[in-house]
Structure formats: C-alpha cells, structure tokens
C-alpha cells in the first residue's frame, strides 16, 4: 500500500500526563502534511480516593478530536492509532465500563507497595526476572498496593492508551512496549511473568494478550463517530509507550547514538538488539523497555521538565509569572550557579512544595535559599536547567561503560528539543553532540508505526520492522507539523 495524496488519512492520538493532541497525517503531492487537528488539557484530580485522571474528560478529548478529522478527511480515514504515558490502567467492569477512575502514578498510595513486595520477592531477583528499574509508579506496585483495596473480586485492567483503543471498539490488549513498563513481563520476551503475579497475589488471568507493536486489534466503531470517513477505519495498537513512539521518530541507524526524549520526564537510553540485565545495571537502576522493531530501549528515568512546571504553579499562585521561553532567554547567559541540586531525589517525584524540597537540597549544602521574587526566579531556573543536564551527563556516561557504546551524539526528542539552553549545556557536560530532533515525535512515530503495519511490513510474533519506521519517520520528519 503506497500512501499518496489520494489515499485515505491517518490519525494519531497522544495522551500526555499534561497535554493531549489528536493528529491528522495527510499526503500532498506526495509530501507528508500531519497537522494537530484538537488539543486539550490533561492533569490528575485530588479526590477522596486519591490522585486519579479524569478519564471521562480524555475519553470526550479523543472522541472531539476524532470527530473534527472525520469532517476534515473527504477521502476517510484508514488507521487510527494511540499512545500515552506509560504504567497507568483502567481496571474494568464484567461488562467492560471502568470500575472507577483510574489513579495517577504519582498517588501515595505506592509509598510503602515496593518496599512490602520486595520482602516476598527481593529487589534483585525482580529485576533479573524483568530487566526493569524498581520505581513505585511502575503498574506492579500500583496494582500490588490496590489488591483486595477496593475489590473483592480481580477484575481484568488495561493501560489507558489500551483502553481508550478499547473504547473505540479494539481489542483489549497490551501493546508489547507499553507492557514491559509494568514490570510484569519476563525478560527478552512478550509473555507475563508468572512468578511475579503468583508471588505478589496478582490475578495473571486480569491481564490482557500482549501484542506485537503495530497489530491491527479491530474497527473503529463508535456511536458518537457514524460518519463516512470513519466507515473503514482500522484501530493499530502503535508504540502506545509515548516514549517508545517518540524513539521510534528518531531517524537515526549506527551504534553511536543515544536519545533523550524530554517532556515531564526525560528518558535518557541507547537502543538495544537484546536486553541488558547485569549487577551493574540493577545497582544503577536501568531498566530494559519493549521498543518498535522488537528493540530495547535500555534508559534510565530522570526528572524532567515536571519541575518547573510545578515551580511555575507556585509562581502563579503567588502572582509571578515568568513564560518559559522567557526564562530559557534570561537564563541562557547567566553564569554557572554555584550549587547543584540532585533532581532525581525521590521527595521532587512528588506534587507540591517543589521550592521548599529544593531549598532542603541548597540549604543543607550550606547555600543561601531561593526566595519566591522576581530576582531569584531565574537563579532558580538556572540551577534546574544546569543539574538536568549534569544528569544527563552523568546518566550518558553510565550507558557508555554498561553497554560497551562509544557515544558521540544524542538526539533529544519531545517539548525539551525546544530548549537551545539546556540543550547547550548538555552538549557541554557529555562532550556529545546533540542532535535537536522534532518537538512532536510520539505523534510522528505513532504515524510511522502506522504505516508499517498498513504496508505489511511486520511479523506476527515480533511486530513491525525497525527499518520500515525508520524509512517513514525520515521521510515524515520532512513535511509539514501545523
């Protein structure tokens, strides 16, 4: 299936824990034109339960968005495909509704679920089984620290992005990347585990199928959706790992290269042929993530961009406001602050109080603490941009000794590709090039995986071919982003 500009449209939709966007690709005399077609906020909400999404409110998002691709598509639309952030699940009803609203990963209800499931299954015989890092966001904990909470009864759960394609009349399943961010898939394979479920209780039959990336799971059937361009539309599971997608975007081929796909987190990694699971890796906490092409993505997770955007909540209820772009400018030419402050300290994980967890870092190395003004904002910023990239530094450095890679350039991927300052500064620190990619790649590498599977090249057991997205996300990374 060649696509030009007399074929039928794609539609990618990417979940983000702030932002969501739903994308329309088309074709124009051959050139790829993908334009964001709906846009709409995201956040978790505090409620009697807990941190939770307002999963009505992203259903109604997605089903907008779609709607406004169907008037806008005159030659309908052949795929539909969704990604978002990883770990969170819908857990469902016999009659497939949601049971209730699915909570955040950055609920407290996760504070102790690691500490007591690594005294039934220890820390290191967890990771030699998965190859994933111990983080208490991860879906095993979550769905450790929720069994028998609310529910008699285990009840079947899917990964949102899963789910949202569920809604739309797919198939429940788990899409290979997303499910080995649970940390319940075994090592180098596409099956669960059943010794972790069987130790920590877990119902394995609650699962849903894994499937390859690129699987087509159905029709796109929705009463909200009965119009002629979505009359043959096929739902594909793609990378629905935002993460895995935003990789995939990357046009790159070599061994020297490693990525950082910067948004709220940023996922600094290499990509792999097979798993890399060693007493090192376990000790620096890495963890081996399912990647298009049947690849391992083998990153760490570093705190990315969340900080700010929780500083600037701060500012704004104080009545300050500094724009980000204003902030990259002022900070761009200030000079190297004098402290550092470790920002995967696991309290800046947590909502609220960011500036004061900070000053707890400054303070207690003996430096003056930040006020909340005009003049110190900046210095704040600076010190934020200047330790992520000291991470990543650190992190890159780390990736080179375990995997054996001789790095010379990363590729930074996602919202953080904007930032010339901190992209500056980790050029500086790795002594890499960098290598500022698209600001929109889980949406790009979404529509590549798409067109994958619509041109028949994948495997049944392994999903598509690495080569195939990387040949469509080049040639895309060519056209048009309105």
């Known amino acids: 299936m060649e696509l030009s500009a007399d074929k039928a449209a794609l539609v990618a939709v990417d979940l983000g824990a702030q932002s969501c966007r739903v994308s329309m690709l088309r074709w124009l005399r051959g050139v790829p034109q993908i334009q964001i077609i709906h846009r709409f906020s995201n956040g978790p909400v505090s409620t009697t339960r ?43 009803r016999a009659d497939g509704s949601p049971y209730a609203e699915p909570f955040c990963y950055r609920d407290e209800r996760t504070s102790n679920a690691m500490k007591e499931l690594h005294t039934l299954l220890p820390a290191d015989r967890l990771y030699l089984l998965t190859g994933i890092q111990q983080l208490s966001l991860n879906t095993l904990y979550q769905l450790y620290a929720d069994h028998g909470a609310e529910s008699d009864s285990p009840m079947k759960w899917l990964n949102i992005p899963e789910y949202i394609t569920f809604r739309l009349g797919g198939l429940p399943v788990s899409e290979y990347t997303n499910a080995t961010h649970t940390q319940l898939v075994r090592s180098g394979s596409h099956d669960w585990c059943e010794e972790i479920f069987r130790t920590a209780g877990l119902e394995i039959t609650a699962a849903p199928k894994i499937v390859p990336t690129g699987s087509m799971v159905g029709s796109l059937h929705h009463q909200e959706l009965s119009v002629p361009a979505f009359s043959h539309t096929q739902l594909i599971v793609p990378a629905c790992h935002d993460t895995a997608s935003a990789v995939a975007a990357i046009p790159a081929e070599g061994d020297d290269w490693a990525f950082i796909s910067s948004g709220t987190w940023s996922l600094v990694g290499v990509v792999l042929s097979r798993p890399c699971v060693t007493q090192d890796s376990f000790k620096l906490n890495f963890t081996n993530l399912g990647g298009a092409g049947n690849l391992i993505y083998f990153l760490k997770n570093v705190n990315g961009m969340w900080l700010l955007q929780q500083l600037a909540l701060e500012w704004g209820r104080s009545g300050v406001f500094w724009p980000l772009e204003d902030l990259i400018r002022t900070t761009s030419s200030m000079p190297v602050p004098t402290a550092l402050v470790d920002v995967d300290d696991p309290q800046l994980l947590l909502p609220g109080d960011m500036l004061a967890k900070l000053n707890a870092q400054i303070t207690r190395d003996g430096h003056e603490p930040f006020a909340l003004n005009y003049q110190d904002i900046p210095r704040i910023a600076n010190t934020v941009f200047h330790s992520m990239a000291d991470r990543y530094a650190e992190v890159l450095k780390d990736i080179g000794k375990l995997t054996g890679k001789r790095l010379k350039r990363v590729f930074i991927v996602g919202g953080g590709a904007r930032n010339a300052h901190l992209n500056r500064l980790t050029a500086q620190r790795s002594g890499l090039e960098v290598v500022a990619g698209v600001t929109e790649a889980s949406t790009l590498g979404n529509f590549a995986v798409q067109i994958a599977a619509l041109q028949g090249d994948n495997d049944a057991l392994t999903g598509v071919a690495r080569s195939s997205v990387t040949k469509w996300a080049e040639r895309m990374s060519t056209g048009a982003v309105a």
Request: overall charge negative; some cysteine.
């Open 50 to 92: 807990g941190l939770v999404w307002d999963l009505d409110k992203i259903v109604k998002g997605v089903l907008t968005g779609l709607r406004l691709c169907g008037e806008q598509a005159n030659d309908g639309i052949a795929a539909v495909g969704i990604d978002g952030w990883a770990v969170d699940y819908v857990r469902l």
